[in-house]
Nanobody, 124 residues
Framework: QVQLVESGGGLVQAGGSLRLSCAASGITFSSHAMGWFRQAPGKEREFVAAISWRGGSTNYADSVKGRFTISRDNAKNTVYLQMTTLKPEDTAVYYC?????????????????WGQGTQVTVSS
């Protein structure tokens, strides 16, 4: 059974920082690219960031480039999303996902396993 468990969400003021973590089990973690997506109320789930299987390549949505950093620690089966300079429009439920592939896709269809999500709220 694949399990992805996000943590680290919370309430922060605009301009602040937050670090999300996603702990994986039930998969050969280092064989899969990993991604972060987010979904705000009434909106589609959208791509945020992805990282290749060994962490050598990353991919970011334009809206978060320069502010968010995705990383992974394969020894800990964990992927992270460091978020800085947060904006109210970053408010969403953030989901961790495991890809069927090794490369950092920005497409939802590349990801077959999903965490339960963690809420990030950015106040103005």
């Amino acid at each position: 059974q694949v399990q992805l468990v996000e943590s680290g969400g919370g309430l922060v003021q605009a301009g602040g920082s937050l670090r999300l973590s996603c702990a994986a089990s039930g998969i050969t973690f280092s064989s899969h690219a990993m991604g972060w997506f987010r979904q705000a109320p009434g909106k589609e789930r959208e791509f945020v960031a992805a990282i290749s299987w060994r962490g050598g390549s990353t991919n970011y949505a334009d809206s978060v480039k320069g502010r968010f950093t995705i990383s992974r620690d394969n020894a800990k089966n964990t992927v992270y999303l460091q978020m800085t300079t947060l904006k109210p429009e970053d408010t969403a439920v953030y989901y961790c996902a495991a890809s069927e592939y090794k490369y950092a896709s920005n497409s939802r269809i590349s990801y077959s396993n999903w965490g339960q999500g963690t809420q990030v709220t950015v106040s103005s």
